[in-house]
C-alpha cells in the first residue's frame, strides 16, 4: 500500500511518461473511424495499407466547423515535438484539474444544498 | 473513434447532445451522492492517465491505428458505468476544445459512444463475465474488448443516420477494425487493474477487490 499522495504523484508522472512517449512513437496511420471513412469513400482496401496520399473528403455544407487551438495535440509544425509535449502535458494536467475540480465543485454544492 | 463535426449534420449533433446531457446530468448525480472523497486520487490518477492513452494511437495493422478509450477501465475500477460518464465527458470536453479531436457539435455523439455505451456495456459486461467466469483478467479483458467493439457499431449506425457512410460497409469496416483495438483496450485495461491493485487495492471497486484476508 502507498499513500495518496505517492499514489496521485505516481499516477500522474505514469501519464505523462506515457504521453511523452506519445510524441514520439504513436502511428500516424488513419484511427478506425478515419480509415472506415476511406474505405467508403473508396480510397483505402478494407484490410490493406493506407496509401500516403489518402485523404478524407469532407462534406460541410450543413456541418459546424471549429478551430482548435492546438490542433492534432501539437502548437504547428514550428514547434516539432516540443510543441507536442507541451500540448499533451498541458492537456494530461488540464483533464486531471477538470475532473477533481469538478466533483469538488459537486462535493461543495451538494453540501451547501444540504 | 472520435466523430469530427465534418461527420454528422447539426442538427443530428443537437439530438445527440440531448441525450448526452441527460446521462451527464445522471453522472453528475451519482458524483454527488456516491462518489466519496477517499476515491478522488483514483479519479484524478484515471482522468490524467485516461487522457495520456489516448493521445497514444498503436498501429493495429490494415492501414490503421488505434488507441484506449478507457471506459470500461474507468466504469470497472469506479464501480459505475456513470463513472465513465463523467471522466469521459470532461476528457473529451478538452480533447475538442482544445485539440480538435472530436468535433465540437458531434460532442455529445462522442460522450454517448465512448462514455455512455462504453461505459454501460463495460460494467455489465464485467459484472456478468466476474459472474460467470470469477476471473478479474478473463472479465476485463472481455468487457473492455465489448467496450470499444459497441460504441465503434454505435458510431457507424450514427454515421449511416448522417448520411456519411453507407450502413453495411460502414458496420463491416468499424467493426473490423475496433476488434483489432479492442485488444489494446482489452489489455491494456487488464494491465492498469493490476497495476492499481497491487498499490492500492482499497481503491478498487467491485468484485475485484481481494477478499478479506487472502
Not at chain 1, 506519445?22 to 474505405?39: C, I, K, N, R, Y
Not at chain 2, 497514444?56 to 477501465?73: D, E, I, K, Q, R
Amino acid at each position: 500500500m502507498i499513500d495518496n499522495k505517492t499514489f496521485i504523484i505516481g499516477g500522474i508522472v505514469i501519464a505523462l511518461m506515457i504521453g511523452v512517449v506519445a510524441v514520439f512513437m504513436a502511428s500516424s496511420d488513419p484511427d478506425g473511424l478515419e480509415s472506415t471513412a476511406l474505405v467508403v469513400q473508396g480510397q483505402k482496401e478494407l484490410t490493406g495499407a493506407t496509401p500516403e496520399n489518402a485523404e478524407i473528403q469532407e462534406d460541410l455544407n450543413g456541418k459546424f466547423s471549429y478551430e482548435s487551438p492546438m490542433p492534432d495535440y501539437s502548437l504547428g509544425e514550428r514547434f516539432g515535438p516540443l510543441g507536442g509535449i507541451v500540448a499533451i502535458v498541458a492537456g494530461t494536467i488540464l483533464a486531471l484539474l477538470i475532473v477533481v475540480g469538478a466533483i469538488y465543485s459537486i462535493k461543495i454544492a451538494g453540501k451547501a444544498t444540504k | 473513434m472520435h466523430i469530427p463535426d465534418a461527420f454528422i449534420p447539426i442538427p443530428q449533433g443537437i439530438v445527440y447532445w440531448i441525450i448526452a446531457l441527460v446521462f451527464v446530468a445522471l453522472a453528475l448525480r451519482w458524483a454527488k451522492n456516491e462518489m466519496s472523497e477517499e476515491k478522488i486520487p483514483i479519479v484524478a490518477v484515471l482522468a490524467a492517465g485516461i487522457f495520456a492513452l489516448q493521445s497514444f494511437n498503436l498501429p493495429v495493422s490494415m492501414g490503421t491505428s488505434g488507441h484506449l478509450v478507457g471506459g470500461a477501465l474507468a466504469a470497472i475500477v469506479l464501480g459505475s458505468p456513470f463513472a465513465a460518464v463523467f471522466i469521459l465527458a470532461l476528457v473529451l470536453i478538452v480533447q475538442g476544445v482544445l485539440f480538435g479531436d472530436g468535433g465540437i457539435t458531434t460532442m455529445g455523439a462522442n460522450i454517448i459512444n465512448m462514455g455512455v455505451i462504453g461505459g454501460f456495456v463495460g460494467f455489465y459486461s464485467f459484472k456478468g463475465l466476474m459472474g460467470i467466469t470469477r476471473s478479474m483478467p478473463v472479465s476485463a479483458f472481455l468487457a473492455a474488448w465489448l467496450a470499444c467493439l459497441i460504441p465503434a457499431l454505435a458510431a457507424a449506425g450514427e454515421m449511416f443516420i448522417a448520411g456519411t457512410f453507407p450502413l453495411e460497409a460502414g458496420l463491416v469496416a468499424m467493426g473490423i477494425y475496433h476488434a483489432i483495438i479492442g485488444i489494446v483496450e482489452g489489455m491494456v485495461t487488464v494491465g492498469v487493474i493490476y497495476l492499481i491493485m497491487n498499490v492500492r487495492p482499497d481503491l478498487v471497486d467491485m468484485g475485484v477487490k481481494r477478499p478479506a484476508g487472502a
